[in-house]
């Protein structure tokens, strides 16, 4: 039989780990109905995207080995710029692909064209607006950069992103996305990078959890008064 007060230190130690790991357990059921009842591809934004982006079919362009390169070339890619082909060398350089000119950046008014072409015709710009650097929190995080971000007139505050060095249409960002973001970020706890399972804290928590729910095992068989009488009759 337990003494009494080995069961009232059971106690104790069960209702202050459930008071402590409480808001977190809440977080994690929150953020798991929320996970479970999206859809991931409105979470991407594709219902801000237009479903067929057409391409454009190019003639007379140049060798790539008539351009003026620094290095090897280790990869290469024709890619489309507000109508005009280019070559994409090594994932860092374009070239026109007609003159062979190499183009630094690409503009502002190439930027608009690349989003007009890839977002849904019914979206009003608002703004636009040239990014060098984000924060580890940033909804932009771990993508190229510099960047622009084009900004819409719409109750999500959506914006898309694209890549100034090589034209790239990049991310599409709005509120629900940016839910799912701190949600995912309270879900595997985190607070850098988002995606990392293996943090100290949520070890901590993991453990802290497993015992808090051991500890009301135990306390619910050292208090059952079903077990008391049966414990009696032997």
Do not use: C
Not at 64 to 93: F, G, M, R, T, W
């Amino acid at each position: 039989m337990v003494k009494r007060q080995t069961a009232i230190r059971i106690r104790k130690t069960h209702r202050y780990l459930g008071l402590f790991l409480g808001i977190q357990f809440l977080m994690w059921t929150i953020s798991g109905l929320y996970f479970s009842w999206t859809d991931i591809d409105e979470i991407h934004g594709d219902q801000f995207k237009k479903e067929n982006v057409s391409t454009i079919s190019s003639k007379n362009l140049i060798s790539p080995a008539l351009l003026d390169l620094d290095s090897p070339i280790q990869s290469l890619q024709l890619q489309e710029i507000a109508d005009n082909p280019y070559y994409l060398v090594n994932k860092e350089q374009l070239f026109d692909a007609r003159t062979g000119k190499p183009k630094n950046e690409i503009t502002k008014a190439e930027a608009l064209k690349i989003a007009e072409k890839n977002m849904l015709p019914e979206l009003e710009v608002k703004s636009i607006e040239k990014i060098n650097e984000v924060g580890k929190h940033h909804e932009y995080r771990g993508r190229p950069l510099p960047a622009y971000v084009v900004s819409y007139t719409h109750p999500d505050a959506v914006k898309a992103y694209i890549s100034i060095t090589d034209g790239a249409f990049q991310r599409v960002r709005h509120r629900s996305w940016r839910w799912f973001d701190f949600l995912w970020m309270t879900h595997t706890m985190d607070y850098e990078g988002r995606d990392n399972f293996n943090t100290t804290v949520l070890r901590l928590f993991s453990l802290l959890g497993l015992i808090t729910v051991l500890s009301g095992f135990t306390l619910w068989f050292v208090s059952s008064p079903t077990l008391r009488k049966i414990k009696k009759r032997k």
